[in-house]
C-alpha cells in the first residue's frame, strides 16, 4: 500500500486525479490540501508515500511547500504554464505534469516515481539552501528517508569526506554538503568553524575547557570538540 495525499487549488484538478488512481489499487488517499499552507499540515501529519503537488497556489507554492516538509516522500508536481518552474525542473531532472494531462501522460508519470528520489532530494535541497536569508531547516539522509531538521537544533558538524555528519542530541545526521559550505550557509552569529573538521553551534556549547594552548569545547550533548590553533581567535573572542 502507497499513502497518497492530492494538493491542488482547483477542486477539478483534485478530481481528475483522484479519477485516475483508480488505475492504481495499492495507491490509498489519505487527505487533499487546496493551499500550500494546509499542504504542509497534511503532508507533515500523514507522511505520505506519493504527493500529487500543484505548483501556484494560494498561501505557498509548491516549491516553498517543500522547504517545509519534515520528510520528502515521492512527488509528482503539476502546472500549468510557468516558466520558472520549468526551468527549475529541467535543471535538476525532475518529471512533472504540464496541465492539461492526459490519463496516458499521468501513466507515465507515476511509473517514473520507481526509479527514486534523488531528483526531488536535489531540488528541495537547492531550493533550501539556496534561500536570500539563511535556512532554517536542512535536508539529510536518516534510515534510507530523506528528511529535513531545524537547522537550531543541530550542535556541531562534522566533515564526512566530500560529505558532513550533523550532530542533533544524541541523533547524527548525514549532510550532502560539504562542511565549508554549510559553513558559508549557515548563520555566522550562531555556527562557527573551530577545525578544519568541526563546526559548532554557539547555543549548543555547555563548556569551553583549557587544553594545553588550546581548548575543548564540550557540547550540550556531552560531544568534546577539538579547537584547532588556527581558529583560536574566534574562541576567544567568546572569552570575557
Known amino acids: 500500500m502507497k499513502k497518497v495525499i492530492i ?3 482547483e477542486k477539478a484538478g483534485r ?4 479519477e485516475y488512481l483508480h488505475d492504481y489499487p495499492d495507491m490509498v488517499l489519505l487527505g487533499e490540501a487546496n493551499n500550500g499552507v494546509d499542504a504542509v499540515k497534511e503532508i507533515n501529519k500523514f507522511k505520505p508515500d506519493i504527493v500529487f503537488l500543484d505548483i501556484q497556489m494560494p498561501g505557498l ?3 516553498e511547500v517543500l522547504t517545509h516538509l519534515e520528510e520528502i516522500p515521492r512527488i509528482i ?11 527549475a525542473f529541467e535543471v535538476h531532472a525532475v518529471d512533472y505534469l504540464l496541465k492539461p494531462y492526459t490519463k496516458e501522460r499521468f501513466a507515465v508519470a507515476v511509473q517514473r516515481l520507481e526509479s527514486g528520489n534523488e531528483q526531488v532530494a536535489s531540488l528541495t535541497n537547492s531550493l533550501i539552501m539556496e534561500r536570500p536569508s539563511y535556512p532554517e531547516r536542512v535536508l539529510v539522509q536518516y534510515n534510507k528517508k ?3 531538521i531545524a537547522v ?12 558532513s555528519k550533523l550532530h542533533v542530541g544524541k541523533e547524527v545526521y548525514l549532510s550532502n554538503y ?3 559550505t554549510l559553513e558559508e550557509k549557515l548563520d555566522p552569529n550562531h555556527f562557527v568553524r573551530v577545525h578544519r573538521s568541526s563546526l559548532i553551534n554557539l547555543n549548543g556549547v555547555k563548556e569551553l575547557d583549557k587544553y594545553g594552548k588550546s581548548y575543548d569545547v564540550t557540547m550540550l550533548n556531552g560531544d568534546v570538540v577539538r579547537v584547532s590553533r588556527g581558529y583560536l581567535d574566534k574562541i576567544k573572542k567568546l572569552i570575557l
Open 152 to 163: 537550531e537544533d543541530i550542535l556541531w558538524v562534522e566533515a564526512y569526506g566530500d560529505y
Open 15 to 18: 478530481q481528475l486525479i483522484k
Open 146 to 148: 530523506l528528511i529535513t
Open 61 to 63: 507554492t509548491g516549491f
Open 7 to 9: 494538493v491542488d487549488d
Open 77 to 87: 508536481f503539476s502546472t500549468a504554464y510557468d516558466k520558472y518552474a520549468l526551468q
Open 178 to 180: 560539504g562542511i565549508s
